[in-house]
């Protein structure tokens, strides 16, 4: 999920008309039209399209051939069902933890068949210039949100500030942080005021959404997560389509052509404010951490 945002917004009436005006097959070309003419242009579901590189990209892709239309959502929980009933044909707005929640809890099988980047989750402090600083038994505040809350605990984790349970994971909460062999105390807030709390606490992780309207940028962070790490994985962003497409041809070249437009991913990292790790990791890896993420969901369950 872009820029790691989970709050609910609401779907604008225009993309909810444009919605349900598409038809099950392939977004509402004629059956027998080549997906990515003319007649069945790719429906592609975004959040945010008002962005600047969204018309960019439309614009690399069309230049290859292929008709695009891109559906604006500001509304996640509606993307992905829009999917799985054929009103898109692909998606891009979400990372992989987000997806196998959304897999886990529907019985639907979207999957992820390109990356785009990674936007490291950091934790910031007004107090201390660098972990090592912050003291025994100090506050550390982590996002009380299901998904932002266990990859907060993993960042906490590397930076040496806790110990969870069999190494932590994807739905790690505080009840499995082994507090004997933990450094501070943490607390759960809603992620919209970790932030806010940062005078009144050690440090908090800061979701990216709420970083830059405190003034804070990537490198104020004191720690973050690598994403170079494979417990990162789960938190790339993706295009995901159903999973019966996922080898469609036209769909993964939409994926090449964003990850090797420089103008497109120039675009995107000016949108992000410079947070975004653009990778290429290949469909398969990312499908197979979707399956393992939606073990641990159902294991968690």
């Not at 509402?28 to 399209?49: C, I, K, R």
């Not at 692909?90 to 997806?99: A, E, P, R, S, T």
């Not at 052509?257 to 947070?275: K, M, R």
């Amino acid at each position: 999920m872009t820029h790691n945002r989970t709050r609910a917004l609401s779907l604008s009436a225009l993309a909810l008309a444009g919605a349900l005006a598409l038809s099950a097959c392939g977004g509402g070309g004629s059956e027998d039209a080549e997906l990515g003419s003319e007649e069945n242009p790719v429906q592609l579901g975004v959040v945010g399209a008002s962005e600047p590189y969204w018309t960019t990209f439309e614009e690399a892709v069309e230049a290859e051939g292929i008709a695009l239309e891109i559906v604006d959502f500001t509304e996640y929980p509606q993307v992905n069902p829009a999917t799985a009933e054929g009103e898109l044909d692909i998606n891009q707005f979400q990372h992989i933890q987000y997806l196998a929640d959304y897999n886990v809890a529907s019985g639907d099988d979207i999957q992820p068949i390109g990356a785009t980047a990674i936007y490291p989750m950091g934790l910031y402090s007004e107090k201390y210039d660098s972990v090592d600083q912050i003291q025994e038994g100090e506050t550390v505040i982590v996002p009380n949100d299901t998904v932002n809350q266990a990859r907060g605990l993993l960042v906490l984790q590397s930076a040496g500030l806790i110990t969870l349970q069999d190494g932590g994971n994807a739905s790690s909460t505080p009840e499995d942080i082994i507090e004997e062999e933990s450094k501070v105390e943490v607390s759960a807030l809603d992620a919209a005021v970790t932030v806010t709390s940062l005078p009144d606490v050690a440090a908090a992780i800061v979701n990216n959404d709420f970083m830059g309207d405190a003034g804070l940028t990537p490198e104020d962070a004191i720690a973050q997560d690598d994403p170079e790490d494979p417990a990162a994985l789960p938190y790339v962003n993706i295009f995901a389509t159903k999973s019966e497409d996922k080898d469609n041809e036209v769909l993964n070249q939409l994926v090449e052509i964003y990850q090797t437009n420089q103008d497109v991913l120039d675009g995107a990292q000016e949108s992000a404010g410079g947070s975004a790790v653009f990778l290429q990791t290949p469909a398969a890896e990312l499908q197979e951490s979707l399956t393992s993420t939606e073990e641990a969901l159902r294991n968690a369950g």
